[in-house]
């Protein structure tokens, strides 16, 4: 059937017609400790930044400490301070703070950031989902999958749609039946059908329902209780051989429920929310028999039709409908939802883009998000399910991988055809070696545990002396983390999203040590990562963010009150050198007498600029003081040391 005659429509009122018609988817090194001493950086950054000192590169490696570690209100903490100073930063790290946040329960401001994060980099697929799709063909593309859909035997040259399956039988609707003609098509009305389930796994047959449940108008859409007790099914508006319509002369669809009596349905009636004035149709059961889904346009209706949801009581009862809102509903045709047994939303729409008619979508760990108040992500499931003509009625059964859609594409046998598919087994590994930053060796012993999205442990392994870690049996489409800790490294995390096809993921993960080994001869500044302490131009006052990191020196050598300290400044070459030498020894002075103000004995430190006498490349600028080198080559000139001549 076509969707231009849906607005012909009148006794199928917008859900059967969609049946119908329209198209509505990351070797610890062994080292000998003899004459060593070490210093555990994070320590000494917390210690930094609990006195007052905070810079953007202190507050990112000491929030990420606790992140990966998993001390998500201490992250949370630390990652506030450092967007606090408005400073440009990583956008990974609103993307890390908005998870943080949400593991104390401050959802509000983990949308922000997520917000935030995606207008920072619209190309990550975390804040393109986020934010909702705008290249929706490429998204589509990106979420097709190869595998075959198979046009079922059971369908017929009229329609045939709306699977769902009871015990071993495939339940669905079908005017195969005779009988009293439908006027706008010349098809005979919809009743439900039974196949029965074979040895190969296919169905074969066309078992009606008892006169209890098929009437002489339209019945479709199933939906049956986990004990097999109860069906609920979509019919026209009509019971107890009372045939009604609305004040406008149409007679609407209604959602009635049957019981299982001695194997036959019986006792059917009609739901307490049904009304002459609106239809009700399509009924969904989750998996605990807690919650069903069914479309409507009843009054608080968006568009044409909305998804909505009631509470199934213990006692069996309905609650009141809740329309399930914006992030599913829009103006148009939302209809057809299915739950799985892990919480899936599917369900058909025409408000969202996609390739023509009715898309399927899905809204993944649709009940575990909805539960938690976390953001629901839309994805068109993409080919072959869907097509550019109407493609609806999703269903599947994860436990036996089976799948059915209906759809009117090209090709069927009829107006509308069932479509059976299995669902493809998509498995992933993710492998690599672990190795020091450094040295690049693989470091022996380091513990790689992988998680998934939410931070919770699934599998875990300590590395040997090749450094290889390899899991395997990870599902497609799915976002885990990888996370790599080892003693005296700093712990490191990395996040991916395994691809929709089969192929084995490598992950080389890096470690930076954490515990560093110092002795006399040792530069603080490569230890602490301090590359310079930076001055204002022509000056040799020190500035807030050179504070930082002397306060990192300062920290050091108040833990070792015996230390002593060479402070060596360099410059580049351009400007003169008697200038630059001046301007180095005055500099090094300069941060030896802030280090005595904080507390350090004079007796401990020495001071000595070296202007561009020691240059570390061949950036010499005589005899003109100008040079062809980069900024970047000029910046390696332009450093100072803290050496160590006595521990």
């Known amino acids: 059937m076509k969707t231009k005659n849906i607005l012909s429509v009148l006794a199928l009122s917008f859900f059967i017609t969609m049946g119908y018609a329209q198209k509505g988817k990351v070797r610890q090194a062994k080292k000998e400790y003899d004459n060593l001493a070490y210093v555990k950086t994070s320590e000494i950054l917390l210690e930094v930044a609990n006195n007052g000192f905070k810079s953007v590169e202190l507050l990112q490696k000491l929030a990420n400490s606790f992140y990966f570690n998993n001390q998500m209100k201490e992250a949370a903490q630390w990652y506030g301070e450092l967007m606090a100073m408005n400073e440009n930063v990583d956008p990974e790290y609103y993307f890390r703070y908005a998870q943080a946040l949400k593991s104390i329960e401050n959802y509000t401001e983990s949308d922000k950031w997520m917000n935030k994060f995606h207008e920072a980099d619209r190309s990550d697929l975390r804040g393109r989902a986020f934010a909702s799709t705008v290249d ?5 593309d990106e979420a097709s999958r ?26 669905y609707a079908s005017a195969r039946g005779g009988g009293k003609k439908y006027k706008w098509n010349e098809q005979p009305f919809l009743d439900l059908f039974t196949a029965d389930k074979q040895e190969d796994g296919s169905y074969s047959g066309a078992n009606a329902y008892n006169a209890q449940v098929n009437s002489k108008f339209h019945e479709s859409s199933a939906a049956f209780t986990p004990d097999d007790e109860t069906m609920y099914f979509t019919r ?10 609305s004040e406008d002369g149409t007679n ?50 968006l568009g044409k039709s909305d998804i909505f949801e009631v509470e199934i009581k213990e006692d069996g009862t309905l609650g009141d409908p809740v329309n399930l809102g914006s992030s599913i509903n829009t103006e148009g045709h939302e209809s057809f939802p299915f739950i ?4 899936d939303l599917y369900f058909s729409s025409n408000g969202f883009s996609g390739l023509g008619g009715l898309d399927v979508f899905v809204i993944r760990e649709f009940e575990k998000r ?12 993409g080919r072959p399910i869907n097509s550019p003509m109407d493609d609806f009625a999703y269903y599947e059964n994860i436990a036996t991988k089976e799948g059915f859609f209906t759809s009117n594409r090209d090709g069927g046998k009829g107006d509308d055809d069932i479509y059976t598919f299995i ?12 190795s020091d930053q450094e040295t690049q060796t693989p470091i022996v012993g380091a513990r790689v545990t992988l998680l998934d999205a939410e931070g919770e442990a699934l599998n875990s392994q300590t590395v040997g002396d090749d450094g290889a870690y390899k899991f395997e049996k990870l599902e497609c489409e799915k976002e885990y983390l990888i996370r790599i800790e080892a003693e005296d490294y700093e712990t490191v995390e990395e996040r991916f999203t395994t691809p929709k096809r089969k192929q084995d993921l490598i992950i080389n993960p890096t470690l930076e040590k954490d515990v560093k080994g110092i002795t006399e001869g040792t530069d603080l500044a490569e230890t602490l990562n301090i590359p310079i302490i930076y001055f204002d131009f022509d000056k040799s006052n020190i500035r807030p963010d050179a504070e930082v990191e002397l306060q990192k020196v300062l920290a050091v ?30 500099r090094a002075k300069s941060t030896r007498q802030y280090l005595i103000s904080n507390g350090i004995e004079a007796g401990r430190l020495t001071a000595k600029g070296y202007g561009e006498s020691q240059l570390v490349n061949d950036c010499g600028c005589e005899p003109t003081n100008e040079s062809d080198c980069t900024e970047e080559q000029h910046q390696l000139n332009r450093r100072s040391e803290f050496i160590i001549v006595k521990m």
Request: aromatic share 10%.
């Open 370 to 381: 909805k539960e938690s108040n976390q953001q629901l992500i839309l994805e068109n499931v």
């Open 146 to 171: 190869d595998f075959e859909i198979k046009n079922m035997d059971i369908n017929t040259d009229v329609s045939d749609f709306g699977t769902t399956q009871y015990q071993d039988q495939l339940v």
């Open 236 to 245: 026209n508006n009509y019971h107890n051989k009372k045939y009604k319509k």
């Open 423 to 434: 669902i493809p087994d998509c498995e992933q590994i993710v492998e690599g070696i672990v």
């Open 340 to 343: 799985n047994s892990e919480g």
């Open 557 to 586: 050598m108040k833990q070792y009150p015996t230390m002593v300290v060479d402070i060596r400044s360099h410059t580049d070459c351009r400007a003169p050198a008697e200038y630059n030498l001046r301007l180095s020894d005055s």
């Open 136 to 140: 929706y063909l490429s998204k589509i």
């Open 252 to 301: 609407r669809l209604k959602l009635f429920r049957a019981t299982l009596d001695e194997g036959n349905w019986s006792n059917v009636e009609s739901v307490h929310f049904n009304s002459d004035e609106y239809s009700v149709a399509h009924p969904t059961i989750n998996l605990s028999g807690t919650k069903m889904y069914f479309a409507s346009d009843m009054e608080g209706t």
